[in-house]
């Protein structure tokens, strides 16, 4: 016989509310914006008091950053699969131009929004930067052309790849059309 545990039951309903939160969230989201986001309205979409939201979410950019995470979660795991260049380079430039699509859709919007998260927040973004960074160094290995007594204790593949990322999010940032500066500058280095 099966035996009823009613934690399970009430574990299964909150993970439930918590789903379903969140995706109404990104609906109001992407059908409105950040700014329409808000814990009143949330919760009326939901058919729960606001209280209700606040056991799920602290605040209205703690949904806002878990939304941000799983975008960029989503992001990085589809760029696998974009990016098909040989060399690190025009890997690169492809990593760019795809990131800069995703980056003029819904995740610049998110970023954006993300002006009042706390150091948590950041923690838990710089954990995405950490997937990037991997990935990053991965593409780089598979370049059998980068000078192989290039890295040290001051240049280091993931202090490199960190150089990439924050030039990258800068460009990213200014939407610069252009990237041949940067990866002249990479090449320069690498080759």
Known sequence: AIRHIPGDT???????????LLDLAREIVESEGPEALNIRSLAKRAGVASGTVYNYF??????????????WRKTLLDMRDEIHTEGFTGQLREIYAFLQSRVANSAGMLMG???????????RMQSMQMVLRAAIIQRMH???????????????????ADFIIMNMM?????????????IEIVKRVIY
């Open 10 to 20: 009430m574990r299964k309903k909150d993970e439930t509310l918590h789903e379903t």
């Open 58 to 71: 602290a605040n209205k950019d703690d949904i806002l950053l878990v939304l941000t995470e799983e975008y």
């Open 113 to 123: 929004s993300l002006s009042n998260v706390e150091a948590t927040g950041r923690q």
């Open 142 to 160: 598979g370049d059998r052309c980068i000078r192989q007594d290039l890295w040290n204790d001051t240049l280091t593949e993931e202090r490199f």
């Open 170 to 182: 800068v460009l990213l940032r200014m939407n610069a059309p252009n990237i041949d500066s940067f």
